[in-house]
């Protein structure tokens, strides 16, 4: 009994993109030909044995040449829609693409399992600021075709990337009226996949993917397009000036303003839908509140979260595709579960406890600042990057000899503990890794299955 429903519970074995990218006749099957699915895949539970599992790690650090600015810290990791590999972003090292070892496609994980160390299969290196980035919603490894993401990095255009081999595919580019290309501040599809949505200062751009260059349509704003979030016909668009706009896209190019949202203190950094298409988050910079609300109703949010936000960094969170938990990172390293059996955060909303943390799950992951975090779509496997920017106490980077000359009686640990503002911190502790962690249930040794 018990392995019939193991049976039950597992999703169908992912595919390896190295394997396929050899068969490409399978990408010639027409659309809605495929085989019937006949057996109902049930989501597995997640944080059923309230811990968590290390299975692979990856860091970076700065080459021993390197200036003291260079800070390779990681803004932000993405699973692919397949859940074969994960897509990382990292501070002045480009994007970097790693895949999910082979064991852990299917089954589940003893605690004696060996941590895996990752490597990069496909490195894009730095070529200026990576604004935002995301995955083309229909990436399936068999078909070689669709695997690829999107990009939009400082002085350059909307680009389009090779998943196999990291090659640039094709370009997206937005004119201002005085015929100058525009650097987006944020992408992303529509649901389908046919559309490329880019946000700018001033207006909206929407680009057909099956014409690359600069045909486009535009639609005014008043605030800048920080984020995105899509839903079927709905666009949400967060913006610098703290507020959140809800849009209908029915048409090419044509936006409806359906209302917007007030709330935060700070600038909107991220926002996703539910899987139900109800509801709808909303994180910002230097805010450490987490927003719920009712896109039925949104003069006022149903429930409000807490974390730890203390920086302009943009910290990612993730619902689960089951929608019942909410996972957030913070700068203090933890990583916060809500769990909606246990913890109402689709509805109820207590103004007395908005202080207060009513979280069902703290995991503290990381001893620095947890900005990135991602649920696998079909296996119970989290994602978490760390890192955030540290600034340097400017004593430690004076001259040795003057220095000595100066201050000849002042040790290396005197100068760590001056403070000349009460805001100000010097920090050193730096950790700049991507880590998966099972959040699944453990297979205990021994146990009979």
Not at 216 to 230: D, G, M, Q, V
Not at 312 to 332: A, E, H, M, W
Request: proline share 6%; charged share 25%; net charge negative.
């Amino acid at each position: 009994m018990d392995e019939v429903l193991m049976q039950i519970d597992e999703p169908p074995e992912l595919e390896n993109c190295a394997e396929k990218s050899e068969n490409p006749q399978i990408a010639d099957v027409p659309a809605g030909l495929e085989p019937p699915n006949e057996t109902l895949i049930e989501y597995p539970n997640l944080f059923s044995s309230k811990t968590l599992l290390e299975l692979c790690s990856s860091s970076w650090s700065r080459t021993a040449n390197a200036k003291q600015e260079v800070q390779p810290y990681l803004r932000g990791c993405k699973w692919s829609p397949d859940g074969t590999c994960c897509l990382t972003v990292v501070n002045s090292d480009g994007v970097h693409l790693t895949e999910l070892p082979r064991d852990l496609y299917t089954g589940t994980v003893s605690p004696e399992r060996t941590i895996d160390v990752l490597d990069s299969t496909v490195h894009v290196k730095e070529a200026g600021l990576v604004y935002d980035f995301c995955w083309y919603p229909g990436m399936n490894s068999c078909i070689p075709e669709s695997c690829c993401w999107i990009t939009t990095r400082q002085n350059a255009p909307v680009q389009m990337w090779d998943a196999f081999d990291g090659s640039l595919r094709c370009s997206y580019r937005g004119f201002n009226a005085v015929d100058e290309m525009e650097p987006a501040l944020s992408v992303t599809f529509n649901t389908e996949g046919t559309r490329i949505i880019a946000g700018y200062k001033k207006v909206l751009r929407t680009f057909d993917v099956d014409r690359p260059g600069r045909d486009f349509a535009e639609h005014k704003i008043n605030s800048p397009a920080s984020c995105f979030a899509t839903d079927r016909n709905l666009l949400a668009m967060g913006s610098w000036n703290t507020t959140l706009t809800l849009y209908n896209m029915n048409e090419m190019g044509t936006y409806k303003s359906i209302g917007k949202m007030h709330g935060h203190s700070g600038g909107v950094t991220h926002v996703k839908f539910t899987p139900d298409g109800l509801k709808l988050v909303s994180g910002s910079r230097k805010d450490h509140r987490l927003l719920i609300w009712d896109i039925r109703y949104y003069r006022r949010p149903l429930n409000i979260l807490t974390r730890v936000v203390k920086t302009n960094q943009r910290i990612y969170f993730d619902i689960s595709p089951c929608g019942k938990y909410l996972v957030t990172g913070g700068t203090d390293g933890v990583a916060k579960v809500w769990n909606v059996d246990v913890v109402n955060w689709k509805e109820s909303l207590d103004v007395e406890d908005v202080d207060k943390d009513n979280s069902t799950f703290r995991f503290p992951l990381h001893r620095d600042c947890c900005n990135s975090i991602a649920i696998h779509p079909l296996r119970p496997i989290l994602a978490t990057g760390s890192g955030q920017y540290h600034f340097y106490d400017p004593i430690l980077k004076l001259d040795d000899g003057v220095k000595q000359e100066n201050d000849s009686n002042v040790t290396q640990n005197d100068t760590e503990n001056l403070n000349f503002n009460g805001d100000m911190k010097y920090s050193s502790d730096a950790e700049n890794s991507l880590v998966f962690w099972w959040i699944g249930d453990i297979q205990v040794p021994g146990e009979m299955t």
